[in-house]
Each structure stands twice: as C-alpha cells, then as structure tokens.
C-alpha cells in the first residue's frame, strides 16, 4: 500500500511540475534577457502605406515569447516622418521573436520571426490601407428597410478568422454609433487588412459586414442586414441541376455536403462594453452576449418527399455566411448556394442548395 501510495504522490507532483514548468522557464529567461550580459542588438527598418509614403507616428514592437504564450518582453520606437524605426532588443537563444505595427492599441501588421541569430535585425512593412480609414453603410431589416436604433462597432483585422482589433477613441474605448431613421453609419479607425462592423440590437440579435479597402482611398462601404432575436428553424432543400427538389433520396457520397453556417469574426465583448458603458437598452436582461450566434453545420446526406434534408437546425436570430463544405475532408463542395448569402435569420428559414 506504501508503494502505490508513493507512486501516486510521485506521479501528482510530477503533473504539478508539468503544468508549472512553463512558468519557470519564462521567469527565467525573463532574468537572463534582464541581465546586463545578454547581447544587445538593433532591430531597425521602414513603415509605408500601399502607395509607397512614409507612415510616421506608429509604434513598432520587437515582442519576446515562449511557445508564442508568454510574452516576457516588449522593446519598441516609434517611427519618426520617413517612416523608418530603430529598436534596441535584448537577445536569447531559446527565445521566439515577433514584430508588429500597433497604432491606437491597433495591431495594423505583424510579422512572427520565431528564434533569430545573434545579428542585426532588418523589417520593413507595406501598410495595407491608410491610417485613418473609414467604414460607413446602412443597417436594414431583412427586407432592407431601414433601422434605427441600432448600436454599431468597427474593427480590423489581418486575416480572415484573424482576432480583430475595435477601433478605439482618445480614451481607449471603442468606438460606436447609434443609427438614426435613416440607419446610416460612420466610423473611423485604423485598417489592417479587412474593415469590419459589428451590430446589435435586442430586437434584431446581431450582424457583420466585412471588406478591404481595394483601392487603398481609406474608404470601404459595408452594408448590414439585419435578422430577428429568437431561435429559428433553419432547413436545406436539395435541388438538381434542372432546379427540381431531389426527392427521397440517399444522396451518393459525391453529393452529400456540410452546410455551415457561422459568424466571420466575434465582437460581443466589444459591443457588451459599449452597452454597459453607456446604458443602452435599459431593458435588456443580461449582456449581447448571450445573443451572439455560433457556428452550426448541418449535415445533409438525404432527402424527404419535398427535397428537404432529413436534419435541420434551430438557430439564433442574426445574419449567418453560409459555406458548403464536403463531408469527407470538410474541403469547398462543389454545390452551389442558390439563397442569399449571408443569410439574414428572422423567421424560419430555407436554404437551397443546388447540385450536379
């Protein structure tokens, strides 16, 4: 019984030891980069928008991590009218490097660099839009009436799926508009890559629209279409190639499909931030929050007398992109969405999908 028991305390402190060894590892590379004998070197180059100017005034940060969790330290300058920077960094061997383009608490670039040599450091930066874009457009219902009342942030991001950045005020808040009749609004910020807006209103659940500035002027024009808060029923109808309802069918493998249904980016933090901060809807009982859609798929491998797939969906009230995806791989189907994308969710709803 000793033994086992012994065994056991060995086995409980060596997982202690598993979950806190990251920790000691940080602490102490935090104390050697600190120590007056790490080498110090420069890291220096240029930040310029797509039209090839200087972007002075950004900060550019030289961040050191462990396994890209722990940050230990941030060395950064900010870049003067030519848009060139030099930083001073601290190096360590065992230690992954990552430098990025921040303005107003905006990451506009980032590059990761992981564990670099012992040298001089060199990266210069093409800033996708200008630094102070605007996203504007018009909030509708799902039949494109316009909507007031309506709270709306913006962000950006890097990439797709990519965590985004609200845009914020002087005071480090997010930014936000309440539409008028006319549902039109207008936000300012700094652009990475992708412009987003985000909506919310109780009555209506939430809403994204999202674009890049093409033509790099500072301007993108999104437009949100709104659906209705609640829970609906979302089915699939499954049409031919002469769109007629494919009915009581085992679908064959090449036809079978994953239709999902998701929101691009998550801001309900944002915009529960912005409602609390300012008491927007009164009556609203508990935070946007816990309106916010998730990502639903429906598996669609057969089909009733009507066309219809035999599994359906009952979903939070909002505006959902649609994607078709092969059940095998989760790769693009090759099946074509016939309704609306994205699909503002109001009532009950159909979705109809055509295949070869």
Sequence with gaps: MRAISLMLVSLFCAAALATSCETVVAGLLVRELLNDEAPKRKWNGRVVDTKGEAVGGVLV???AEVNGDND???????????????????????????????????????????????????????????????????????????????????????????????????????????????????????????????????????????????DANGSIALSLKMGRSGNHEVKVQVRDGNDDPIVLQVLDPDRRFRLRLYEPWNLSATIDQVVTSNDLFPGLVGDPSDQHPETVTITVQSTDNEGYAETSEFIRGANYYMQLLRIENDQQATALIQSTNPLALDDDSVVIVRVN
């Design 61 to 63: 940060q030289v961040r």
């Design 72 to 214: 230990l330290l941030t060395f950064s300058d900010e870049t003067d009218n030519s848009g060139e920077y030099e930083i001073g960094y601290r190096w360590h061997k065992d230690v992954n490097y990552t430098i990025r383009v921040v303005y107003e608490g905006q990451t506009l670039a980032e590059s990761f660099e992981g564990k670099i040599e012992l040298k001089d450091q060199e990266t210069d930066f093409v800033l996708q839009a200008t630094l102070t874009s605007e996203v504007s457009g018009v909030v509708t219902d799902a039949d494109g009436n316009p909507l007031s009342g309506v709270v709306v942030v913006a962000a950006s991001a890097q990439s797709l799926g990519g965590v985004p950045s609200p845009f914020l005020n002087d005071l480090s808040t997010p930014k936000y508009v309440v539409t008028g009749d006319s549902g039109i609004f207008q936000i300012e910020g700094a652009i990475a890559k992708y412009g987003m807006v985000c909506a919310f209103h109780p009555d209506y659940g939430f809403a994204y629209d999202y674009d890049e500035d093409h």
